[in-house]
Structure formats: C-alpha cells, structure tokens
C-alpha cells in the first residue's frame, strides 16, 4: 500500500509562489519514486483534472500551468515536488498528489485511472 503525504499548501496572493511536496511510502518504508506520478487539483464544483505529470523523466503539464509550474522529484528523498509560480486566483483548489498514473503522454492526467491519491492540500489564490 503506497502512502502519499503532500504539504506546502497555503493562502497567498496573485503573482506569488508556492512549493508543494509530496513524500511517498510504502508498508512505512521510504520507496523510490519509481511510478509514474503527478499532480492534480480540483475546485469547488469542478472535476479534478491533471495538473503535472512525470512520466518515465519526462515532464507533462495541463495548458493553463505551462511555463509557471513545475513537476519534479527527489527520489533519494522519495519526494515528489510542484514548484507554482505566479499563482493566479484561478489555481485555487485542493491540490492531490498522486502514484501509479497510466504511463503515457496522453493518459497520465486521467483521474480515473489513478491508483494511489494523497489526502490534499489547500492552495488558494487571492487578486
């Protein structure tokens, strides 16, 4: 049972930065990032959607992220990281840190097929 604990949410205003983490686990063991795994978000009302993805080292982002976030991991840390810049009041939402996505550039944002999820973490945006 792989374990996910994210951290580094908060409230900050519009233009700022943000560093969200995520540090996995497995049967209370430290692991290496070895699965393919992202970030995802969802608002209030809204569906949740992939945010970041890595997959096998490459990077895939959602098109209202690109070139403000970044996605990338520690694995001597067994740390997943979301890197937020110039955070926008629409980037409001409880962000979800995630293992096991489908390992593909065209498949990793799909929710459903996610295995392991983190409990969340709040990240809101104010203008």
């Known amino acids: 049972q792989v374990q996910l604990v994210e951290s580094g949410g908060g409230s900050v205003q519009a233009g700022e930065s943000l560093r969200l983490s995520c540090v996995a686990s497995e049967y209370g063991y430290g692991i290496s990032i070895t699965y393919c795994m992202g970030w995802f978000r969802q608002a209030p009302g809204k569906e949740r959607e992939g945010v970041a993805g890595?997959?096998?080292?490459?990077?895939y982002y959602a098109d209202s992220v690109k070139g403000r976030f970044t996605i990338s991991q520690d694995n001597a840390k067994n740390t997943l990281y979301l890197q937020m810049n110039n955070l926008k009041p629409e980037d409001t939402a409880l962000y979800y840190c995630?293992?096991?996505?489908?390992?593909?550039?065209?498949?990793?944002?799909?929710?459903?097929?996610?295995?392991?999820w983190g409990q969340g973490t709040q990240v809101t945006v104010s203008s």
């Open positions: 995630a293992a096991d996505l489908p390992c593909s550039g065209e498949g990793w944002a799909r929710a459903e097929a996610v295995e392991y």
């Open positions: 890595i997959v096998f080292g490459s990077t």
